[in-house]
């Protein structure tokens, strides 16, 4: 049982990452980080005022939505979610399991040392 329980967590640290990535991906116009921006930003509304909520919700789409899909800022918003975001999901490991980038030039097979 003890087993079990351990492959499931293996496979749960690999696997949902990837499958929240493929969800924002396919169903909204976010990653993780822009996600993550937008949730913060909801919380931080000001007033109870209809009009003003209205206007906040504008300006926090817009702010998230630069590091969204589409966004100016995507490829930044893409790092922060591959290589921040889903490195704390899976205690600082990349998706291959090593603690290093594997494209780290000059490097070659020190992630593979690490895991």
């Not at 919700?57 to 889903?86: F, R």
């Amino acid at each position: 049982m003890e087993w079990a329980k351990q492959k499931y967590n293996e496979q749960y640290e690999v696997w949902m990452p990837w499958i929240e990535d493929c969800f924002l991906k396919y169903f909204t116009k976010d990653n993780k980080a822009s996600y993550s921006t937008k949730e913060q930003l909801d919380k931080a509304k000001v007033t109870g005022i209809d009009q003003v909520d209205t206007l906040q919700d504008g300006v926090h789409n817009v702010a998230a939505g630069q590091v969204g899909q589409g966004g100016l800022l995507q490829p930044v918003g893409d790092l922060v979610s591959n290589e921040g975001i889903n490195r704390a999901e899976r205690q600082g490991k990349d998706d291959q399991g090593g603690y290093l980038p594997s494209s780290v030039p000059g490097i070659p097979g020190l992630s593979g040392l690490m895991k």
